[in-house]
């Protein structure tokens, strides 16, 4: 029995659609980041690191976003959350999704707590506007790749296609949103139409628009 340990649209939201993509039995356990529960005692024994998400499958906890969408997709091949191992689409599927957890994800972080990255609380709204320049350059480049391709990588939707939409999603209060570019636009309606992912929208709460 999986638990995911989540709080409405953060990063839990990837791994919650893929464990609807898969259809297993899993136990959802609200982490009200609002009010610190992120920082309790019992939740940092999971998580060291004092965010969210968190996996537990079978008393073993697992952090970082795109190591759970792995872990799941490994435990679960039936659901083809991934390419086989070995080909060219599984290598591109590791590219993707590293680059969406450890430049875009990384990047928004930026965006969403700037003031952790400045010793001056006065600089946080450049850093912030920083952040999102950044993130508009990245998106470029994923609107690019996606040119003549129906999902990201491979002939169906992976666990990079829902990360990505999850990456979509984070951008939509931008002056100029993912959801803008043609390209990305297409694929997030077309992620965000698929029966499990609306399921771990609706069960997250979320208000439209998604992305
Ligand atoms: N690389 C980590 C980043 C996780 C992360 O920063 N999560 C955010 C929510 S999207 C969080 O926990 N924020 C609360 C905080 O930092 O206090 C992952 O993908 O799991």
Redesign the pocket.
């Known amino acids: 029995m999986y638990k995911l340990y989540w709080n409405p649209g953060?990063?839990n939201l990837a791994p919650h659609m893929a464990l609807e993509a898969i259809g297993v039995p899993y136990e959802l356990i609200r982490v009200d980041?609002g009010a610190g529960e992120?920082h309790n005692e019992a939740y940092r024994r999971l998580n060291p690191t004092?965010?969210?998400?968190t996996l537990v499958h079978d008393d073993q906890p697992l952090?970082?976003?795109?190591a759970i969408l792995l872990h799941l997709a490994d435990r679960h091949p039936e659901a083809a959350l991934m390419p086989a191992p070995g080909t060219r689409d599984r290598a591109l599927a590791y590219q993707w999704l590293i680059h969406l957890?450890n430049t875009v994800?990384a990047t928004y972080?930026a965006y969403y707590?700037p003031e952790r990255q400045v010793a001056d609380p006065a600089l946080a709204g450049s850093v912030r506007q920083a952040a999102e320049t950044r993130l508009g350059e990245m998106f470029d480049l994923l609107e690019q790749a996606l040119d003549g391709r129906e999902w990201m990588v491979g002939e169906g939707p992976t666990i990079v296609d829902l990360m990505l939409l999850m990456m979509i999603r984070w951008g939509r209060n931008f002056a100029r949103p993912p959801r803008s570019l043609p390209n990305l636009g297409v694929l997030a309606a077309r992620i965000a139409a698929l029966p499990p992912v609306r399921r771990a929208f609706e069960q997250e709460g979320l208000a439209q628009p998604w992305y």
């Open positions: 953060m990063a980041t992120q004092g965010r969210i998400p952090f970082e976003t795109a957890t994800q972080l707590y």
